[in-house]
């Protein structure tokens, strides 16, 4: 690539009379480029070109060049396509609920007459060990032959894995009849029957750094 190559490139097709075309830019990505250096400042700190998020947080990061009349553009991991709940507000990037799937590389291409620079930025999720914060069930006091969920409430990073178990009052542990999984972190009962259903409900999480778990009694 050099700059004769600059421009813009254009594919076109045509059936039976109709067409359609689309383009795209070429621009040169010069280290010591004329456009001057591309800077962040953002509402997270960026140290050594990183900035690490908590899980489901929000990040605002504003491209800044020492030119003006310029144009600028992000990329992810090197794409013009950014991930869900990834938004351009002008010149900055809003990262509007951070999770794993927005984890990689965001980059501020800045151009004008066919030349750019580039700065990068590399976001990812705080690592955080499986921790249950509650157990919950809804009803609090179930009415035999009503409906009943028992729900997990989490946090960590990467996503826990959620393990239930059930111990009746005799100490035996198993899943009793008539419970289903609607989401990994809820057990759902159409009928509570409380010769079946009434003893220590536990919620088990584990990611790699490490494991937690909670109990109710019902």
């Not at 959620?162 to 009962?189: A, E």
Request: charged share 15%; proline share 6%; with cysteine.
């Amino acid at each position: 690539m050099t700059r004769s190559e600059i421009g813009t490139y254009t594919c076109g097709i045509a059936k039976d009379g109709v067409t359609a075309n689309a383009s795209v830019m070429v621009s040169v990505i010069e280290g010591n480029s004329p456009m001057g250096a591309v800077t962040f400042d953002a509402n997270r700190p960026i140290t050594n070109g990183k900035m690490v998020l908590v899980l489901h947080d929000s990040a605002l990061i504003d491209c800044h060049s020492q030119r003006n009349d310029v144009t600028f553009t992000w990329q992810f991991n090197g794409s013009s396509t950014l991930p869900q709940n990834v938004k351009v507000m002008g010149v900055a990037l809003h990262i509007e609920f951070m999770e794993g799937t927005k984890e990689g590389i965001y980059t501020c291409i800045v151009s004008k007459n066919g030349l750019a620079t580039s700065a990068s930025v590399t976001v990812s999720v705080k690592e955080e060990k499986a921790r249950v914060t509650q157990v919950t069930a809804s009803p609090t006091h179930p009415g035999a032959n009503h409906p009943l969920d028992v729900v997990c409430h989490l946090k960590g990073y990467p996503q826990p894995i959620i393990i239930w178990s059930f111990r009746d009052p005799m100490g035996q542990t198993y899943m009793p009849p008539g419970s289903s999984n609607l989401t990994p972190d809820r057990v759902h009962l159409d009928r509570f029957q409380p010769s079946l259903h009434s003893g220590t409900w536990t919620c088990m999480a584990r990611n790699s750094l490490g494991v937690d778990q909670m109990s109710i009694n019902i």
